[in-house]
């Protein structure tokens, strides 16, 4: 559906093996050095969804399509990333090229795998790669600036409110906080997206630890999860190599694995609930004998843009929204149902799509 979340870090972190686990492949090297992960790997995860399968059953579908996000794995990033060390300038324009980043921060001991800064202290690993990114902002705002002053003197409207964006930001990006704390108007959001800084994605903050604490987390995560709270960003805590063993059992050996290890279910599941609320993701449904299926679609898509999803005629033409809920398409047993009990609703352009709402679009060819 093209919605990518980087997956980022320090090298030897896990976050290839993280990766490689997610996507079940082991197209992305797990090696114990730096900048094995020189080409950014991209996977793409079917994201599990119950709901799914229950409209299937019910509407007897020949196929059951789940909608997909992409992950993709980011090589190892150092101090100085901003200024071409390491492999700076790639890290940061595959950076640009994702909805969100997720920080995959190493909250685990062992002397068998070598901390590229010597120490094991997730703030300061996660403090080096945001620094990085403001830095290049920083840069960024700083060369675009004298053009944009000098087009807004000219009473041009868009530099004028870019221009206002721009200050706005500056001083929290030299106070070293990220572009995406900056409190904005509706006027100026346009304005702040089309910057494209890499401190205004959304954060998730994975803490990478052994077996043993991956059902009650420790120490190095509750002080990740404090600083997650100040700064209103996700955080998850997931053992790598517990999910790259998950990978390589069947299904019945993964729930005796989980319940041995105090996990209700694989990190995997955690981690694209938790991906879905950072980017403010919702899923739609269409179900029918041919086939039943999840779009994805941002919260606060109308009807014509979601019906777009599925194909641009649907949208261009589009005339009205067949819509039922999901526990009424369940409830009534189907579309059939839900008509006659009065639960189908005929939706127009102004129709905000909901979460787990079912869809038949109806357009003008």
Request: glycine content about 8%; proline content about 4%; some cysteine.
């Amino acid at each position: 559906m093209g919605f990518k979340s980087g997956i980022v870090g320090l090298p030897n972190v896990g976050k290839s093996t993280l990766f490689n686990a997610l996507v079940q492949a082991a197209a992305a090297q797990a090696e114990n050095y730096p900048f094995c992960t020189i080409e950014p790997n991209v996977g793409e995860v079917a994201v599990p969804d119950p709901r799914l399968h229950v409209l299937s059953r019910i509407s007897g579908s020949a196929l059951t399509l789940p909608t997909r996000l992409t992950f993709v794995d980011i090589a190892g990033l150092v101090k100085g990333a901003s200024k071409g060390e390491g492999l700076g300038n790639k890290f940061l324009s595959h950076i640009r090229e994702v909805d969100a980043v997720i920080y995959v921060l190493r909250c685990f001991e062992d002397d068998d795998v070598t901390h590229v800064e010597g120490r094991i202290d997730p703030l300061s690993d996660a403090e080096i790669v945001e620094t990085e990114l403001m830095l290049a902002d920083l840069e960024s705002l700083e060369r675009r600036l004298p053009a944009l002053e000098k087009k807004a003197k000219g009473n041009d409207k868009e530099a004028k409110l870019t221009v206002s964006v721009i200050r706005k930001i500056l001083p929290l990006l030299q106070d070293g906080r990220p572009a995406r704390l900056v409190d904005l108007t509706d006027e100026e959001k346009p304005a702040f997206q089309a910057l494209q800084l890499l401190t205004a994605k959304p954060v998730l903050y994975v803490c990478n630890v052994d077996e043993e604490t991956a059902a009650s987390g420790n120490e190095l995560t509750k002080a990740v999860e404090e600083i997650a709270a100040q700064e209103g960003a996700g955080v998850i805590v997931i053992s790598a190599k517990i999910e790259a063993e998950l990978v390589q059992l069947s299904d019945e050996e993964r729930q005796d694995y989980l319940a041995d290890l105090g996990l209700a279910e694989p990190g995997l599941n955690r981690l694209i609930r938790a991906g879905y609320e950072l980017l403010n993701l919702v899923t739609y449904f269409t179900s029918g004998p041919k086939e039943t299926r999840a779009w994805t679609v941002r919260q606060g898509t109308k009807a014509p843009q979601a019906a777009g999803v599925i194909h641009t005629d649907f949208e261009k033409g589009f005339i009205r929204a067949e819509t039922i809920g999901y526990e009424d398409y369940v409830s009534c047993n189907g579309e059939a149902g839900a008509r006659d009990a009065g639960k189908l609703r005929l939706e127009g352009k102004d129709y905000v799509v909901q979460d787990g709402d079912v869809l038949h679009f109806r357009f003008a060819n």
